[in-house]
């Protein structure tokens, strides 16, 4: 007798596994209305498949929305485009740069993580599966401690501090505007933080940013 291979889901692409199908439905379904309220019937129906698929690739529907969320994460970041390079430009304009990737970054997935305040499973398997070494937090780390190395910045600058300092800017401005009772809707401008953020790091003897004109 005949095996008849599984029949293909409608929104399925040539080559595309179910398992990939799922994510790429329950990401596409972050970016467009959030986490809040996802179920596993609303993700079947909308990857054309029936509900019990899904526990077919994935042990329950938490790890299905945490890998959704990472997937929906490294998309944001890849349409944002890339950081600068340490060495290059100038400590400011590059500092800016990433201040402007990470607010563009936190206006994307603070809402979908606000989504999972009630689902602490959900938040316990993206930990999981993520990789730390991806996050731009981290990346700002490495761009400091590269600029460190090369002289840019002040030798024993606190740049751990500087970056979770830089990383609150942009969680705290994008809460303030997503959930205005939660911080002033004015939070400083880019440019006063990356002033403020250099004279805690630039090298002594170093002319203000501001004085220099490159902030404008």
Same mark, same amino acid.
């Given at each position: 007798?005949?095996?008849?291979?599984?029949?293909?889901?409608?929104?399925?692409?040539?080559?595309?596994?179910?398992?990939?199908?799922?994510?790429?439905?329950?990401?596409?379904?972050?970016?467009?209305?959030?986490?809040?309220?996802?179920?596993?019937?609303?993700?079947?129906?909308?990857?054309?498949?029936?509900?019990?698929?899904?526990?077919?690739?994935?042990?329950?529907?938490?790890?299905?929305?945490?890998?959704?969320?990472?997937?929906?994460?490294?998309?944001?970041?890849?349409?944002?485009?890339?950081?600068?390079?340490?060495?290059?430009?100038?400590?400011?304009?590059?500092?800016?740069?990433?201040?402007?990737? %990470?607010? /563009?970054?936190?206006?994307?997935?603070? #809402? !979908?993580? +606000? *989504?999972?305040? @009630?689902?602490?499973?959900?938040l316990e398997r993206?930990?999981?599966?993520?990789?730390?070494?991806?996050?731009?937090?981290?990346?700002?780390?490495?761009?400091?401690?590269?600029?460190?190395?090369?002289?840019?910045?002040?030798?024993?600058?606190?740049?751990?501090?500087?970056?979770?300092?830089?990383?609150?800017?942009?969680?705290?401005?994008?809460?303030a505007a997503v959930?205005?009772?939660?911080?002033?809707?004015?939070?400083?401008?880019?440019?006063?933080?990356?002033?403020?953020?250099?004279? %805690?790091? /630039?090298?002594?003897?170093?002319?203000? #940013? !501001?004085? +220099? *004109?490159?902030? @404008?």
């Amino acid at each position: 007798m005949a095996v008849m291979s599984p029949r293909k889901a409608a929104a399925q692409r040539d080559g595309q596994s179910l398992h990939d199908l799922l994510v790429e439905t329950a990401q596409k379904m972050i970016a467009t209305h959030g986490t809040t309220g996802m179920t596993v019937r609303e993700i079947a129906r909308m990857a054309g498949v029936a509900d019990g698929v899904l526990y077919n690739h994935f042990s329950d529907k938490e790890e299905l929305v945490a890998r959704a969320l990472l997937e929906h994460v490294r998309t944001t970041e890849a349409e944002l485009g890339e950081l600068p390079v340490a060495g290059e430009g100038t400590v400011t304009g590059n500092l800016r740069r990433h201040l402007e990737f %990470g607010l /563009a970054l936190h206006k994307v997935i603070v #809402p !979908a993580f +606000s *989504g999972l305040v @009630g689902q602490p499973r959900v938040l316990e398997r993206f930990a999981e599966i993520s990789e730390r070494s991806g996050y731009w937090r981290d990346r700002l780390v490495a761009y400091l401690k590269e600029e460190r190395a090369l002289g840019r910045l002040r030798p024993g600058s606190e740049v751990d501090a500087t970056a979770a300092l830089l990383v609150g800017y942009c969680h705290a401005s994008v809460m303030a505007a997503v959930f205005p009772h939660t911080g002033p809707l004015d939070p400083p401008t880019v440019d006063s933080v990356v002033t403020a953020a250099l004279h %805690g790091i /630039a090298p002594a003897g170093a002319e203000p #940013p !501001a004085a +220099s *004109g490159v902030l @404008g």
